[in-house]
């Protein structure tokens, strides 16, 4: 199983470790899976890193949430749907 965390940044992390210090677990799956979850939602950051949309550009700790919880929602859909 695998597990990816976000931290504040926006940056997102796959680990086999279902908690990391300082980061919020975002979703559970087999890796494959996983990835291509990631792939088809998260953004592409300029050093090849996983982003979650919104959260570089967020201003506060509540927009940042917000980003965190709606990329959450779409993380827990199948590949392929929206």
């Known amino acids: 199983m695998a597990y990816a965390h976000c931290f504040r940044s926006g940056h ?3 680990s086999d470790q279902p908690s990391l210090t300082g980061a919020i ?3 559970e799956a087999p890796e494959d899976e996983l990835t291509k ?3 088809g939602r998260a953004r592409l950051g300029w050093d090849g890193t996983w982003l ?3 959260i570089p550009e967020a ?3 509540e927009q940042a949430m917000d980003a965190v919880m709606a990329f959450r929602e779409q993380l827990a859909k199948p590949s392929g749907t929206s």
């Open 12 to 14: 997102i992390e796959v």
């Open 25 to 27: 677990c975002l979703a």
């Open 37 to 39: 979850r990631l792939a």
């Open 52 to 54: 979650i949309p919104g």
């Open 59 to 61: 201003a506060t700790y």
